[in-house]
């Protein structure tokens, strides 16, 4: 069941009036850009409130409701603050939450930005996240930090499919290395979504990392593919010497990074976003 197209202004407004009364003359604004799972809107000047849209999604919520709290103690960079939970009701059936709003530009609205300090703070940020302790941490429930085997499938159909546009020799020799490259090191925490959208600028620099409904142990190499989505060639390389994933780590973070893009090379969303990591990785015709 999706609720997401139900989901709006005055409903958010009459959920917060009934269950946290207190916030009930805060103006409720729905933010400029919308992702996928959750529909996000702003509570006043200082408070954020993400809705879930499936019950995947809330299950999704619930992990980050328990893990936001132990991450923040080991992280430089602010991470959201659940501030309230809020509990389903007939109108709307998920549990969801109030958050602390961050100030900051999304990276993907930030112009001139030097990909080298970019690339520097945020592989700052992942180490710090996985020196973390796994223990107990959650299994991402839709593979993230699991083998790419997962996604061979996909992974053939998007090549059959883009046929003569994509470089189809050089996919499957990328492709097949990442695969072979199936040795981990210990698990640790990783995102899971780490996008344009959820990196937040101030001053030039990264500022706050936003979005952990993906967050959970496992393999960390599905973070790297951040490396061909939005990073250029320097930005690349800086990010790599940071961060310094050995090589078959970084080649499974190759595959991630193509298996979004071949599969999504024609999704009316996401296509700008394929084609870009497909280009990067020398793949698109």
Same mark, same amino acid.
């Given at each position: 069941?999706?609720?997401?197209?139900?989901?709006?202004?005055?409903?958010?407004?009459?959920?917060?009036?009934?269950?946290?009364?207190?916030?009930?003359?805060?103006?409720?604004?729905?933010?400029?850009?919308?992702?996928?799972?959750?529909?996000?809107?702003?509570?006043?000047? %200082?408070?954020?409130?993400?809705?879930?849209?499936?019950?995947?999604?809330?299950?999704? $919520?619930?992990?980050?409701?328990?893990?936001?709290?132990?991450?923040?103690?080991?992280?430089?960079?602010?991470?959201?603050?659940?501030? $309230?939970?809020?509990?389903?009701?007939?109108?709307?059936?998920?549990?969801?939450?109030?958050?602390?709003?961050?100030?900051?530009?999304?990276?993907?609205?930030?112009?001139?930005?030097?990909?080298?300090?970019?690339?520097?703070?945020?592989?700052?940020?992942?180490?710090?996240?996985?020196?973390?302790?796994? $223990?107990?941490?959650?299994?991402?429930?839709?593979?993230?930090?699991?083998?790419?085997?997962?996604?061979?499938?996909?992974?053939?159909?998007?090549?059959?499919?883009?046929?003569?546009?994509? %470089?189809?020799?050089?996919?499957?020799?990328?492709?097949?290395?990442?695969?072979?490259?199936?040795?981990?090191?210990?698990?640790?925490?990783?995102?899971? %979504?780490?996008?344009?959208?959820?990196?937040?600028?101030? %001053?030039?620099?990264?500022? $706050?990392?936003?979005?952990?409904?993906?967050?959970?142990?496992?393999?960390?190499?599905?973070?790297?593919?951040?490396?061909?989505?939005?990073?250029?060639?320097?930005?690349?390389?800086?990010?790599?010497?940071?961060?310094?994933?050995?090589?078959?780590?970084?080649?499974?973070?190759?595959?991630?990074?193509?298996?979004?893009?071949?599969?999504?090379?024609?999704?009316?969303?996401?296509?700008?976003?394929?084609?870009?990591?497909?280009?990067?990785?020398?793949?698109?015709?």
């Amino acid at each position: 069941m999706s609720v997401s197209r139900s989901i709006d202004e005055d409903m958010v407004a009459e959920l917060i009036a009934r269950q946290f009364p207190r916030w009930s003359g805060l103006r409720v604004k729905a933010v400029k850009h919308q992702g996928w799972d959750n529909r996000t809107f702003r509570l006043g000047s %200082d408070l954020v409130v993400r809705l879930p849209t499936s019950p995947r999604v809330e299950r999704q $919520a619930a992990i980050e409701v328990d893990v936001l709290p132990a991450l923040a103690a080991g992280v430089s960079l602010p991470i959201p603050t659940v501030v $309230a939970v809020g509990h389903g009701e007939p109108t709307y059936p998920f549990r969801w939450t109030v958050l602390n709003w961050l100030d900051g530009t999304p990276l993907r609205d930030e112009v001139g930005v030097d990909q080298r300090l970019l690339a520097s703070d945020l592989a700052a940020f992942l180490l710090e996240l996985r020196l973390l302790s796994p $223990a107990g941490g959650p299994i991402h429930p839709v593979g993230l930090g699991q083998p790419l085997q997962q996604w061979d499938g996909q992974v053939g159909a998007a090549l059959e499919r883009l046929g003569d546009r994509i %470089d189809t020799r050089r996919a499957r020799t990328i492709w097949a290395a990442a695969l072979r490259a199936s040795e981990q090191s210990a698990s640790s925490w990783f995102h899971g %979504d780490i996008a344009p959208g959820n990196l937040l600028m101030r %001053d030039g620099r990264l500022g $706050a990392v936003i979005d952990f409904g993906s967050v959970g142990v496992g393999d960390p190499s599905c973070d790297l593919a951040f490396a061909w989505t939005a990073l250029g060639a320097e930005g690349r390389e800086v990010f790599r010497r940071k961060l310094a994933p050995d090589e078959a780590e970084w080649r499974r973070g190759m595959g991630w990074a193509l298996w979004f893009g071949l599969t999504r090379a024609d999704d009316p969303d996401d296509g700008a976003s394929a084609r870009h990591v497909l280009e990067a990785l020398s793949v698109l015709v």
